[in-house]
């Protein structure tokens, strides 16, 4: 059974850091893309950032470049997203999610291109 786990997750002033996880088991992350989406109460899920596990190529969404950064551990099966000079209109619910890639090692931030889901880490930045 393929289950992915985020965590860390939690409520923070502007301007602090955080640094989520995801966990895989069942599951193993060579040759795929692992991917950040956040969704806020009353939007649309958004992509954040994006990994190919085998390489390390790396995409960020133009909203979080400098401010957000994907890596991974491979030996542990995780990919964590740090998260550094937080906003509150970052505040959202964020979701790891993993597919194969769709086209060579490129990994796309469309929700639509991923077929594992983790259940979510809150994330709350207040003013």
């Known amino acids: 059974q393929v289950q992915l786990v985020e965590s860390g997750g939690g409520s923070v002033q502007a301007g602090g850091s955080l640094r989520l996880s995801c966990t895989t088991s069942?599951?193993?992350?060579?040759?795929?893309?692992v991917g950040w989406f956040r969704q806020a109460p009353e939007n649309g899920r958004e992509g954040v950032a994006a990994?190919?596990?085998?390489?390390?190529?790396?995409h960020h969404a133009d909203s979080i470049k400098g401010r957000f950064t994907i890596s991974q551990d491979n030996a542990k099966n995780t990919v964590y997203l740090q998260m550094d000079s937080l906003k509150p209109e970052d505040t959202a619910m964020y979701y790891c999610a993993a597919a194969p890639p769709q086209i060579g090692s490129w990994c796309d931030l469309e929700d639509y291109e991923y077929t594992y889901w983790g259940q979510g880490t809150q994330v709350t930045v207040s003013s």
């Open positions: 069942g599951y193993t992350l060579s040759n795929n893309c």
């Open positions: 990994i190919y596990t085998d390489g390390g190529n790396t």
